[in-house]
């Protein structure tokens, strides 16, 4: 008889144990047609009135739309024409005029009787519900969409958006205590991950918050807190625990109001690598641009890639040790940056080589391009005043394919807006006539191996020794999978002394020094002696398809224009002004790719590229580009 007893007892345990780890994650919706995520946790809760418990619900829910109006100016027009202003947030949808939340401020409530119900254009009949008044308290609920609870809960839902281009790691939400978690949704019927995105209506920029509502995409070297980092790499993924803090850059970002909406691909321990050949743990993303079978370039390629592709993705946070955002930028035809090196510290970022590495942005709108950079580059000065001294390097002189035509016609507009003619400048020939004493006359001899020397050596110190020891002390004594990529190169620097770290270090400086005295020194007026411009255009658009079989990766040797921001430590940014037409031998049409220009200005005058693109983009010079297929938009073929 004590069986059935002992029965019942365990039984009870096990129902209290499961029912105390039940955790809600929260819920997926459809409002009309369009898939939202409703968190776990609401954002507020206020007293409706019974009307609105009546209506109907999807999983206890109804859609509302929050409004706030003064109590002076209230009127159903003003209502009218508030309501209407929301139709280009991307969130909200008119199925969130179920009902109308009315939040006021000012003494007298405005004439909107509670339970008052008319039709608003393309809406169905709304009920108009008065609420408590805001007072302007720091209570005050945020206009927009909202899913309301019978019991006056109110939550904030994330539009789903699939990640088609294969852009993101992780897409993310944030937790009310500062940290983040991967967001538990994702769309039916697609076979890509969902990403969710706050309403913008949310928010308000202000001096204290000047990325208030900004999207942002992280590139997955930065630590988030309470999110692992891959770094490209699945075995540390697995092996290291989640982010405790955001690194220094992140939270900068995040202090200023931006919101994360998801981390995003790099290639592995932020070495170059071309799509398909080389990247092997995850899947390179998507190019949207011509027959969207293009290399998306890295490392930032996913932060390239969802530029290019998304409209509702603001700015990506990349970074770029020699040409890792530059390149992106390139190929996606977004606006990109590599700042002047030391403008930010790089704490919670993996490092490929300290002596190099920088945090810069990747974004189609030069106006967030530059808000963001204020607040990441803390105490950046801007200059309005421009040099007069404009040199070209490598750039075309006669207009012999529509890429070279696209670059002189900016060229003779930068001019005419400098009030000043260019200068073709050959770095080569300088440096065979001014270098300093006792090394070589020809720059590619003295700088062949600084570059791989740097990336190679201080690589496998801080990041390839502790992870091989890591992984070995928990498997045994084996090694992780590493990409073609960082091995080649990893072994390039094991085969040679530890000395040539101290001989890059020192060329590379030898080199900065040369360049700040030969070419762009500092000016108290202009902040810059000088602009230098190149392009990666230059010669035709070049296209370099991801389906073609390659050779092994080799080490990456050598001295270019893209290597004098990394060695001179001075700013580089990108500029889309244009696309140019190729045959596409996937399509077998004729497709478009981005046409850009590189600038570059002296060592810490980043603010004055800015403040010239500012400038230039008022002048018609340059515009923002948009997402798709081409930088004026389009439908990205074969998308999902």
Not at 452 to 457: A, D, E, N, R, T
Request: aromatic share 10%.
């Amino acid at each position: 008889m004590a069986y059935p007893l002992v029965f019942a007892i365990s039984l009870f345990s096990i129902i209290n144990i499961v029912a105390s780890s039940l955790i809600s994650t929260g819920q997926t919706l459809l409002l009309n047609d369009i898939p939202y995520y409703v968190p776990a946790t609401p954002y507020s809760t206020v007293s409706f009135v019974t009307s609105l418990k009546a209506l109907g619900t999807a999983g206890g829910l109804v859609p509302v739309t929050f409004v706030s109006v003064s109590a002076s100016n209230a009127s159903l027009s003003t209502l009218e024409n508030v309501i209407n202003g929301y139709r280009t947030d991307d969130v909200w949808n008119d199925g969130f005029l179920e009902a109308i939340l009315v939040q006021y401020s000012g003494g007298t409530a405005p004439p909107f009787p509670s339970n008052m119900s008319f039709t608003l254009p393309g809406a169905n009949e709304s009920s108009v519900v008065c609420v408590l008044p805001s007072n302007g308290s720091p209570s005050a609920i945020p206009p927009g969409p909202y899913f309301a609870s019978r019991g006056g809960s109110l939550y904030q839902p994330l539009r789903l958006y699939s990640d088609f281009q294969g852009a993101f790691t992780q897409p993310l939400i944030a937790h009310s205590n500062g940290t983040y978690a991967a967001l538990p949704a994702n769309i039916a019927g697609i076979q890509s991950p969902a990403v969710g995105v706050p309403s913008r209506l949310y928010y308000t920029a202000t001096p204290a918050k000047p990325l208030a509502g900004i999207r942002l995409g992280v590139k997955d070297i930065y630590d988030v807190a309470g999110v692992k980092t891959s770094d490209g790499n699945r075995a540390w993924y697995g092996l290291f625990p989640p982010a405790s803090v955001n690194a220094v850059a992140v939270q900068r970002l995040i202090d200023a109001g931006a919101i994360i909406v998801g981390k995003m691909k790099t290639s592995q321990f932020a070495n170059g690598e071309t799509a398909t050949a080389d990247w092997v743990d995850y899947h390179s993303p998507f190019n949207p641009r011509g027959d969207g079978y293009q290399d998306p370039s890295s490392s930032s390629s996913g932060p390239g890639a969802g530029e290019g592709s998304y409209p509702w993705l603001d700015i990506s946070l990349g970074s770029d040790t020699g040409g890792s955002i530059r390149g992106p930028s390139q190929v996606q035809g977004v606006f990109g940056n590599r700042p002047s090196h030391g403008l930010v510290p790089l704490t919670g970022v993996m490092p490929l080589a300290p002596q190099l590495d920088t945090a810069g942005f990747l974004t189609r709108d030069p106006a967030i391009w530059s808000a963001a950079a204020k607040v990441l580059y803390a105490d950046l000065p801007f200059y309005n005043q421009y040099p007069k001294t404009l040199y070209t390097v490598s750039f075309p002189t006669t207009a012999d394919d529509e890429a070279d035509s696209i670059l002189l016609n900016f060229l003779s507009k930068l001019e005419t807006f400098l009030g000043t003619t260019s200068t073709p400048l050959n770095v080569s020939t300088l440096w065979n006539t001014t270098h300093p004493a006792g090394v070589s006359p020809n720059i590619n001899t003295f700088l062949n191996l600084t570059y791989p020397v740097l990336i190679s050596k201080e690589q496998t110190m801080l990041v390839r020794d502790p992870f091989y020891a890591a992984y070995g002390a928990i498997h045994d004594g084996r090694r992780p999978f590493v990409d073609p990529a960082p091995l080649i190169r990893w072994a390039f620097g094991d085969s040679l002394p530890n000395s040539t770290l101290t001989e890059a270090i020192n060329n590379k400086t030898l080199f900065q020094n040369w360049w700040s005295s030969q070419v762009q020194s500092t000016d108290p007026a202009t902040c810059s002696s000088s602009l230098v411009l190149y392009s990666a255009s230059s010669g035709g658009v070049a296209p370099f398809y991801r389906n073609q079989y390659l050779g092994p990766p080799q080490v990456p040797s050598g001295f270019g224009t893209s290597r004098i921001s990394p060695f001179a430590e001075i700013p580089d940014f990108v500029l889309p002004i244009g696309q140019a037409a190729y045959n596409s031998t996937v399509t077998l049409h004729a497709e478009f790719l981005p046409v850009t220009v590189d600038v570059m200005a002296a060592k810490g005058c980043d603010g004055l590229i800015f403040n010239l693109v500012r400038d230039l983009q008022a002048a018609g010079i340059v515009n923002e580009t948009l997402a798709g297929q081409t930088v004026a938009g389009g439908e990205i073929l074969l998308r999902l």
